[in-house]
């Protein structure tokens, strides 16, 4: 080789070197920069448990929109699905047809395709389903099934669709079982759970639901509804039978065993003549199959399980990128079809039409209704708003079809969200602990009970648990309705009281069976009432309520204090007890949000002697801040006749009494 071919060797091989070493740099640097990026956006998760779970518990009241919770508040993009529409279709008969629309759409005509459909079956247990044989058949035909995988060929015996399509089979189950009529002391039960939203977290994410829930159906939402355990079995397990999810309670849990042997309380409905259904739309994640092998037997009669089971072995590959996809459109990378689809419909609205189907097929009969409700919401909240009208509409739908003549529906949650920054703001805090309950209950038992109706909403004061509701309902399965418990003069109350009940008001997160982890309780300890924060808080009350009743000067007197009766500092006591061991940058960028003082003060105006209560926080500025409405504690009786206005009648004292 010569010196200049040995020199340009030498060069090509130091450019190749160079160029090698460039890469590698650039790679490592890519890695760094994800690294990073990973470590800074790892939130920071802190455990903080309550200093004392004996002490009386004052029940927090937080602002849903407070600034610390609406800087991770967004409004993700309506989802776009397949614009394909199906060929056949099941109506609410359980027949199945074509569609019409799509077989014009198509231009194809009856009588030029061949379709069929194939039931889907359990097959030993609850992580496989089998596809039983090809069923031809003349529309329209009724299927001896919940669930079926219907297809099309074209002339050409080309696969022009595919689908599975969810059914109520209800006459293979009245040929089965003896299922009793509903009598007018009777009522259903519909329990529909929402995973991960708080009750504060329902009022910013589906707040045309809560509004219908809690004005057009006078609703009961409860403010001191709190988790018992830290994520949804521990939470729904108490729900459905009474009992914490232990080994002490309940034997053996997770692993190999199956859950039939839990003593689910639809079991007792169902022996009591009941018809029963158990929905969840997360199959992996669900509730007792989560690193579980879940039912061995299905545990109702209706079970939609086997219909996602069956959605994941027709689509195995975009059913396991389904949760890839649904990151990056929480990013507002805007997917189509989304991730929230299946073929053409979102797929919180098939599961909602699940259970218009099962409330319609037997519109007559008893029923006992779980349904829980995870993929919209458990990871990413903010897609709970694309359901907002959904639900709105599927809770009118109930109403038209006059479903709450004789069925209690609790509209719920097992725990806030967990899972993100907002855990680590005073607000996020009691999110995180206290779920969402609103229960409506049906015209009849009002008119029949109302006794039990008003105490329920005195419950919605205090402190309250999965352990009640099962409680209650099983006081619903039989008809407890009469029975006048004295629990505040027992030397223990129970752990779960009926919610038709009255439970007292010192209970304590211990007498409800809640551990210093899960507690949401604030504490309170007599305040210095000439103190400048509490004198803040009394004129900034007075002054707030003169400015109230401004517009009717003419006939309601201007308010003085009279005298404070009370004042109590109010704090959460939280203790720090460990940060997770997950290193994360954002520690040094990011303080998390401490919980601030609040005051409670009970103030006498005058003329009237009216008695107010009013929670505030003062800034350091000085500036007010107002929790909740100002709450008159003694009657007004015909103090307020001269105004109409229901909710300034607290606050009036009419010029005439003078």
């Not at 707030?544 to 004042?567: F, G, P, T």
């Not at 109590?568 to 939280?574: A, E, I």
């Amino acid at each position: 080789m010569t010196s200049g071919k040995l020199q340009s060797y030498i060069y090509k091989m130091r450019s190749l070197n160079f160029r090698q070493k460039a890469i590698v740099f650039v790679v490592c640097v890519l890695f760094l920069l994800f690294c990073i990026n990973h470590k800074y956006n790892t939130p920071i998760t802190l455990d903080l448990r309550h200093g004392d779970v004996h002490a009386q518990c004052v029940i927090p009241d937080v602002d849903p929109f407070d600034e610390e919770i609406m800087k991770f508040d967004w409004h993700p993009k309506p989802p776009s699905c397949s614009d394909s529409k199906p060929l056949l279709f099941i109506d609410m008969d359980g027949l199945i047809q074509f569609n019409a629309t799509s077989l014009a759409t198509r231009k194809i005509a009856k009588s030029d395709i061949d379709c069929a459909y194939n039931p889907v079956e359990r097959s030993g247990g609850d992580d496989k389903v089998v596809f039983k044989p090809e069923v031809r058949f003349k529309e329209p035909e009724y299927i001896k099934s919940d669930v079926v995988v219907a297809s099309c060929l074209d002339k050409n015996a080309k696969l022009i669709y595919k689908s599975v399509l969810t059914n109520v089979d209800f006459r293979t189950v009245l040929n089965s079982k003896k299922v009793k009529t509903a009598f007018s002391y009777q009522f259903n039960v519909l329990l529909f759970g929402i995973d991960s939203l708080s009750r504060t977290g329902a009022l910013r994410k589906i707040p045309k639901a809560m509004k219908y829930l809690e004005e057009d159906l006078e609703g009961i939402t409860f403010k001191g509804y709190t988790k018992v355990g830290g994520n949804t079995f521990p939470n729904v397990v108490p729900l459905l039978t009474g009992k914490h999810a232990n080994k002490d309670e309940l034997g053996p849990a997770w692993g190999q065993y199956y859950y039939d042997k839990y003593p689910l309380i639809q079991y007792n409905y169902s022996k009591a003549g009941y018809v029963t259904f158990f929905a969840e739309d997360w199959p992996y994640f669900s509730t007792f199959n989560y690193l579980s092998h879940g039912f061995n037997v299905p545990p109702s009669d209706h079970y939609l399980r086997p219909m996602y089971l069956a959605m994941k072995q027709q689509a195995p590959v975009s059913t396991s990128l389904e949760q890839v996809n649904l990151y990056f459109e929480n990013k507002n990378i805007k997917l189509v079809p989304s991730s929230l689809c299946y073929k053409d419909r979102l797929k919180h609205i098939i599961y909602l039409e699940y259970c218009k189907r099962f409330l319609n097929a037997y519109k007559t009969k008893l029923k006992f209704g779980f349904s829980w409700m995870s993929e919209l919401g458990h990871d990413y909240p903010d897609f709970l708003e694309i359901a907002d009208q959904d639900f709105t509409d599927f809770l009118h739908w109930m109403k038209i079809e006059g479903h709450f003549d004789n069925t209690v529906l609790m509209f719920m949650s097992d725990h806030g969200s967990r899972i993100d920054d907002l855990r680590n703001t005073a607000v996020g805090r009691i999110e995180a602990r206290m779920p969402l309950l609103t229960i409506v209950l049906p015209g009849r038992f009002k008119q029949q009970h109302q006794g039990l109706v008003d105490t329920m909403k005195e419950n919605t004061k205090v402190l309250t648990t999965a352990f009640d509701v099962h409680a209650m309902i099983d006081d619903i399965l039989h008809q407890n309705f009469d029975l006048q418990l004295k629990t505040t003069q027992r030397e223990k109350p129970p752990r779960g009281i009926s919610l038709f009940r009255k439970i007292p008001k010192e209970r304590t997160c211990a007498d409800a069976g809640i551990s210093e982890q899960f507690c949401p309780c604030f504490v309170s300890k007599p305040a210095d009432m000439k103190s400048p924060e509490v004198q803040k808080v009394v004129n900034f009350s007075v002054d707030k309520i003169n400015r109230l009743l401004n517009d009717h000067r003419e006939v309601c007197e201007v308010l003085h204090l009279s005298q404070i009766k009370d004042a109590q500092l109010v704090t959460s006591n939280f203790k720090r007890y460990e940060t997770k061991k997950t290193f994360t940058i954002k520690e040094f960028f990011n303080t998390p949000v401490e919980d601030e003082n609040k005051y409670t003060v009970l103030i006498e105006t005058t003329p009237g002697g009216a008695l107010f209560e009013v929670t505030a926080h003062v800034e350091t500025d000085g500036e007010v801040i107002l929790i909740g409405d100002i709450t008159r504690t003694n009657k007004y009786g015909t103090q307020s006749q001269c105004i109409n206005d229901k909710f300034l009648r607290n606050y009036c004292f009419c010029k005439s009494q003078v």
